[in-house]
């Protein structure tokens, strides 16, 4: 038996139970089904149950269809209603539209009318809880939430302040885990579409065959699994902002269509025919130097200098290390209060640690390391020794690994400060030692002497 935990929740409302019985035969599958023979018994689960969508049927005893739809918009105006009725009645419809129901229905049902009204209903919902969600965050997304006062960030900003109060094509680049995504927001929300959608799409994390109608959108029947009509990301994203992450990773023959569509200003859903106007903004981000996988015929020219109008470099952090402090306190005040500690800092070794380490997963990592921290400390202050055990081990071999001679002496030099700076972390436990160090205790030993080492 499939398992329905994930499944959209469907109730369907009916004083008939040949007509609930239906409902569940056409949707069982796809859709979690539950029944209500009645208006009270409908409003009792929605009271008690996480529903997606409702079937209501207008014409029930004791409280008609339309008198538990006004109940249910009283309870969730979000919720999504769907109206059945036995004769194609345009009073009622219209009544229904006019108290918020999204669609209505005819007995005897088509299957794949009902199948169809209910896939569109479920998606409208799930679109109208992003828009809610990104509305909610936009005035959280401020250019002040983004850490960093360094050379670096502050030509981040002057180019970033420019671009926006105007429509500007942007190309954001910068290794992974530099924020780009964070920047693009912050344009957006600030932007003269901040009311209108951001809609976000990693290109490196959707299948090479389901781009193009992620992308476009398709019509019912396009292909083999194309059940239902499917709004892309281009009309989704109309009025608003598109932000194309890891663009780089785009098909050549997608990066055509894609460049086509953004110098027309319009598109046809896959397995279409109409033409769609769209009004959207581009805001692209890549990890690597699109302008030299160009040369390299990996990445079209024509669509590289479409979407690189306003180019925005994001530096890694190994370059703004001034501002690493500032990011580590903003990141411990969030954790703290995340996890409810009152975690007070950390000792200026342990801060040293931190600055000196190179950062190859840049803000990302950082953020993570930082969380780890304060979830595992209850209190006090941060010392080198709960730092993770590689940033402790390279930002000490950083700072003071010194070599002379051949390459036979450094090796020696080597050797002995690494079992120098591990015998520091444990305390010069030398058991805890030659289990990091992947050897005996006596062949620690040894070579400890050998180095001359004090045991």
Not at 226 to 241: V, Y
Not at 367 to 382: M, P, Q, S, T, Y
Request: glycine share 6%; proline share 3%.
């Amino acid at each position: 038996m499939k398992d329905t935990k994930d499944m959209p929740v469907i109730l369907a409302v009916d004083d008939e139970p040949i007509i609930l019985e239906t409902f569940k035969a056409i949707l069982d599958g796809q859709f979690k089904v539950l029944t209500a023979r009645g208006g009270k018994e409908a409003l009792d689960i929605i009271a008690r149950e996480s529903i997606n969508l409702v079937f209501l049927d207008i014409k029930m005893p004791n409280m008609d269809g339309i008198e538990v739809l006004r109940k249910i918009k009283e309870y969730d105006e979000n919720l999504s209603v769907i109206m059945a009725t036995a004769t194609d009645s345009a009073r009622t419809a219209v009544e229904a539209m006019q108290l918020g129901a999204c669609d209505y229905i005819t007995k005897p049902f088509d299957v794949e009318k009902v199948k169809a009204v209910a896939a569109n209903a479920i998606e409208r919902e799930k679109l109208l809880k992003e828009v809610a969600y990104f509305r909610s965050q936009r005035e959280e997304i401020r250019f002040d939430n983004i850490i960093g006062q360094s050379k670096r960030m502050k030509e981040v900003y002057r180019i970033v302040e420019k671009v926006i109060k105007n429509d500007a094509t942007i190309l954001v680049s910068g290794e992974s885990g530099t924020g780009k995504e964070l920047i693009a927001r912050a344009i957006h929300f600030n932007s003269l579409r901040k009311d209108k959608p951001f809609i976000p799409i990693d290109c490196a994390s959707i299948p090479e065959n389901l781009l193009e109608s992620e992308l476009f959108g398709h019509e019912r029947g396009a292909f083999t699994d194309a059940t239902n009509q499917k709004l892309g990301m281009l009309e989704l994203a109309n009025e608003g902002t598109l932000f194309l992450d890891e663009i780089s990773d785009l098909r050549f023959d997608m990066q055509a269509k894609l460049l086509r569509a953004l110098e027309e200003k319009e598109i046809k859903r896959l397995g279409g025919i109409k033409i769609i106007k769209v009004d959207v903004r581009i805001i692209s981000a890549t990890n690597i130097n699109l302008k030299r996988a160009t040369k390299e015929r990996k990445f079209r020219e024509d669509l590289y200098y479409r979407l690189n109008v306003v180019p925005v470099c994001l530096p890694p952090l190994r370059e703004r290390k001034e501002d690493i402090p500032s990011l580590i306190e903003h990141f411990l005040r969030a954790y703290n209060q995340a996890f409810r500690k009152k975690i007070e800092g950390l000792t200026k070794d342990a801060l040293k640690n931190l600055i000196d380490y190179d950062w190859p997963g840049n803000i990302r990592e950082l953020k993570n390391v930082i969380e780890r921290l304060v979830a595992l400390k209850d209190d006090g202050v941060i010392t080198p020794k709960e730092l993770p055990f590689d940033i402790f081990i390279k930002s000490r071999l950083a700072r003071g690994f010194q070599a002379e001679g051949g390459l036979r002496d450094a090796c020696k030099d080597f050797e002995k400060q690494y079992i120098e700076v591990v015998l520091e972390r444990v305390d010069g436990n030398q058991i805890k030692a030659a289990k990091i160090l992947g050897v005996h205790r006596n062949a620690l030993f040894n070579k400890m002497k050998s180095l001359g080492l004090k045991n």
